[in-house]
């Protein structure tokens, strides 16, 4: 009878939970199930990927065995590696990531990018990021950008925290303040050179077709607007004079298809916008600013 999981009860190598481990996530259609074992055994055993091979001979023992096993247990049940590891890498940060947050996704380094090179040589920067998560837009950006100061607001508690654990482990905790804040409700006192967001623009129709991967274990909250996935663009856009320094830049991630009403929704509040592509050619950030602004 074939096994469904590693017994305990004999010697299992490195090497030899590999070889079962890839076999098994394929057999469980478990996306890149190589990758998957390896960063899972790595997370275990404490170690580095290279060590998986110059140690590829090293038993595991009971203990080590019983933790993968269950957080295969997990991964099978379509839960995001991300969660089970307790942490994801993000524009040359690692960061903990838990169910309260959004995991943060490649998509969005284009986003940091961008700021990245709009801040470079700036001194003094006052920069915002709205719906926080993780963090992760803020403290990459703050790590960049030494010069730049950051309030990252987020309407959730366990992110805040969350958020704030990040900043300190990344080293900018002295720049990134984190607050519990609803910016559909109230807004900073202050106004800022450059204003960050990756909101919950997924329409609410949309979320029962998303992967069960996303939709059964991500925060709603941090999906969806639970109205047509505009409701944050048009709030920053009302609300850009009251945050927004004149010489300003917002930037933000948006989604699929949203590509023309984000350009009616800047536009109706007579503001200026460039659409970014991501490297799949697919719309995904949104630069906007004054007339007349630099945004580039």
Same mark, same amino acid.
């Given at each position: ?21 890839k076999?098994?996530?394929?057999? &469980?259609?478990?996306?890149? *199930? ?35 096993? %269950? ?48 801040? &470079?040589?700036?001194? #003094? ?7 926080? #998560?993780?963090?992760?837009? /803020?403290?990459? !950006? /703050?790590v ?13 508690? /366990? ?31 202050? &106004? ?6 990756? *909101?919950?623009?997924?329409? !609410? %129709?949309?979320? *029962?077709?998303?992967? *069960? ?41 948006i989604?699929?298809g949203? &590509?023309e !009403?984000i ?15 991501d ?9 906007? #600013?004054? !007339? #007349?602004?630099?945004?580039?």
């Amino acid at each position: 009878m074939r096994r469904t999981q590693p017994a305990i009860d004999r010697v299992w190598t490195v090497l030899d939970v590999i070889d079962w481990g890839k076999e098994y996530f394929a057999r &469980k259609d478990v996306d890149s *199930p190589r990758l998957t074992i390896e960063l899972m055994i790595c997370h275990v055993l404490g170690i580095g990927r290279i060590k998986l091979y110059t140690d590829h001979e090293r038993p595991l023992s009971p203990a080590e065995l019983a933790q993968l096993r %269950a957080m295969i247990e997990r991964r099978v049940r379509q839960e995001p590696l991300q969660y089970i590891l307790g942490e994801a890498p993000f524009y040359g940060c690692m960061l903990e990531v838990t169910a309260d947050v959004l995991i943060p996704r490649p998509e969005t380094e284009l986003l940091v990018e961008r700021i990245v090179r709009h801040g &470079k040589g700036r001194n #003094g920067l006052r920069c915002l990021d709205i719906g926080t #998560g993780s963090g992760c837009i /803020a403290i990459a !950006s /703050a790590v960049h950008l030494p010069q730049s100061t950051w309030l990252a607001l987020d309407v959730s508690q /366990a992110a805040a925290e969350l958020a704030r654990r990040n900043a300190e482990r990344s080293g900018v905790a002295d720049r990134v303040n984190v607050v519990v804040m609803d910016i559909l409700r109230e807004l900073p006192s202050e &106004k800022f050179d450059v204003l960050a967001m990756n *909101p919950p623009y997924i329409p !609410s %129709a949309d979320v *029962p077709e998303l992967e *069960p991967v996303v939709r059964d274990y991500e925060p709603h909250i941090a999906l969806t607007d639970d109205s047509d996935g505009l409701t944050f663009y048009r709030r920053l856009a009302s609300v850009a004079p009251d945050i927004m320094a004149e010489s300003g830049v917002m930037f933000w991630e948006i989604g699929f298809g949203q &590509k023309e !009403s984000i350009i009616d929704i800047v536009m109706a509040n007579r503001l200026a916008v460039e659409i970014v592509d991501d490297l799949s050619g697919i719309p995904r950030l949104a630069i906007v #600013g004054n !007339s #007349g602004v630099t945004m580039s």
